[in-house]
């Protein structure tokens, strides 16, 4: 059971240990209702969304587009980014979790070529990364731009809401190919921004992003015989192929936006994550795929800078914290296998690229799936007061992190909490309201102005701690087991 206030509501618990049985636990949680400005309480402020309508990239790209790709024939584009496209979907390798899992179950994994589990066939990590050249760009172009413009969007855009008095004037981009994520901060922050460092080894792509940041230009120029060599639409971008040495040069905003995933070992991209975080002077924004690969990605390098908290002091670093979307520093729910949770991910309407006209004419948009986290330098304002605690700058709201279900009389939330837990919850018109027209009107994503806390979490933590601590134990127990045969 759930309360609000002194209202009871039904719920149900999805946690580390059991994550099958439903449970009646006890969830206190305060009636905290957002006053207007008028000072009459409404159920739009009662939760912050961050729903944007089908994005739509900005018209100086779309002609640079049209403009680049009279250079290539249609049928290529097509071909080619189609092609690009299902292998970007279909190549995910096994995450860390899963490989744990195999090694369980297989032993001498690594001395055979493949092993069948469960009627299977389970192939080791053979991960080959994409060269990216000119024709590679183009086909990407034409295939997953305006998906990664609109999730990379849709992730600033929420910063921009919370925090609408940060004005970066520094933005580096890691893996930064033909400048997706540049064209998106541009639409935020274009007005303060005073420098765009992008980092791609690709020499190709650094040049196909300069065609597409031109490419306006030169429509509008050129047939008046005007010089071909017009500066770019969003000025001040400067490029290098590897990240800056010295760790004095720090920027407002790191962007690593779908290029984490693409390097084929962790030992380069846990060198990554901690080169990017020495070089963030506020923000550290991920953002990959929704499926299993991207989101082993994000909970990678939401481990690493979370962890290296503790080391900050001796290193002459500054902590950190998670700003969106987790409203906790705890380890994510998600991440154990036995919860057998889907991947964390929030999807953004987007429009149609070039090969999907056909497939998704239709609809005339493309529901793009994404996984994300932002992280943020300086320690989370945490108070034992919760009125200090809700007013903080980064207030442990609880995240919707799958869609509301309506139905009749009453609203299925699936909320990520303070504590650490995912919590399916039962609300009714009969707790209030104003707490229910907030969930009626809350979409996926958004975050809830109300504390919802579990009275027990913490007989829930300690056992699944104590299991976490035994499986570590049993693996440390083989491991010196084959060292000594």
């Known amino acids: 059971m759930a309360t609000v206030g002194n209202e009871t509501v039904m719920k149900t618990s999805d946690n580390i240990n059991d994550h099958q049985n439903f449970e009646e636990l006890h969830v206190s949680h305060k009636d905290k209702r957002i006053n207007d400005e008028d000072g009459k309480s409404s159920s739009k402020s009662a939760h912050i969304s961050f729903h944007m309508p089908t994005i739509h990239i900005p018209p100086e790209l779309g002609s640079a587009l049209r403009t680049v790709f009279t250079n290539y024939s249609s049928k290529s584009l097509m071909t080619d980014g189609t092609a690009l496209a299902k292998y970007l979907v279909r190549r995910g390798r096994k995450s860390h979790l899963e490989r744990e899992l195999l090694l369980k179950r297989v032993k001498n994994l690594s001395s055979i070529d493949e092993v069948v589990v469960d009627n299977q066939f389970c192939k080791p990590d053979k991960f080959s990364t994409i060269r990216y050249r000119t024709r590679e760009c183009a086909a990407f172009a034409a295939s997953r731009l305006p998906a990664c413009y609109g999730a990379t969007l849709r992730v600033l855009q929420e910063i921009a809401t919370r925090l609408p008095e940060f004005r970066p004037k520094t933005l580096l981009d890691f893996g930064s190919g033909i400048g997706t994520s540049v064209w998106a901060a541009n639409q935020i922050w274009g007005e303060t921004i005073t420098e765009y460092q992008c980092i791609d080894i690709s020499s190709d792509a650094i040049d196909f992003s300069e065609l597409l940041f031109k490419g306006f230009e030169l429509i509008r120029i050129i047939p008046s015989g005007g010089d071909p060599k017009a500066p770019p639409i969003i000025p001040y971008i400067y490029y290098r192929q590897f990240l800056p040495v010295s760790d004095r040069v720090n920027y407002d905003v790191v962007i690593a936006s779908y290029s984490l995933h693409e390097l084929p070992t962790i030992k380069l991209r846990q060198d990554a994550i901690k080169a990017l975080w020495k070089k963030t002077k506020e923000f550290l924004i991920i953002v990959e795929p929704g499926n299993n690969d991207g989101f082993d990605s994000i909970l990678h390098a939401r481990n690493i800078t979370i962890n290296m908290n503790a080391d900050a002091k001796k290193n002459g670093l500054q902590k950190g914290h998670v700003f969106a979307p987790c409203p906790h520093d705890i380890d994510c729910p998600r991440e154990y296998m036995d919860v057998k949770s889907p991947p964390c991910f929030f999807e953004q309407k987007v429009e149609v690229s070039l090969t999907q006209c056909e497939t998704h004419s239709k609809y005339s948009c493309y529901p793009e799936r994404f996984s994300y986290v932002v992280i943020r330098k300086g320690k989370r304002n945490v108070d034992e007061n919760l009125e200090l605690?809700?007013?903080?700058?980064?207030?442990?709201?609880?995240?919707?992190?799958?869609?509301?279900?309506?139905?009749?009389?009453?609203?299925?939330?699936?909320?990520?909490?303070?504590?650490?837990?995912?919590?399916?919850?039962?609300?009714?018109?009969?707790?209030?309201?104003?707490?229910?027209?907030?969930?009626?009107?809350?979409?996926?994503?958004?975050?809830?102005?109300?504390?919802?806390?579990?009275?027990?979490?913490?007989?829930?933590?300690?056992?699944?701690?104590?299991?976490?601590?035994?499986?570590?134990?049993?693996?440390?127990?083989?491991?010196?087991?084959?060292?000594?045969?």
């Open 389 to 485: 605690l809700l007013n903080s700058i980064a207030p442990p709201y609880p995240r919707v992190v799958k869609p509301p279900r309506h139905r009749t009389g009453h609203v299925i939330c699936d909320l990520c909490l303070r504590d650490g837990f995912i919590e399916e919850l039962i609300f009714s018109k009969s707790e209030g309201k104003e707490l229910y027209k907030a969930l009626r009107c809350s979409r996926w994503g958004d975050m809830l102005k109300y504390d919802v806390g579990v009275a027990d979490h913490d007989e829930l933590l300690k056992e699944g701690i104590e299991l976490y601590e035994k499986e570590h134990r049993i693996q440390a127990e083989n491991q010196v087991e084959k060292i000594e045969e």
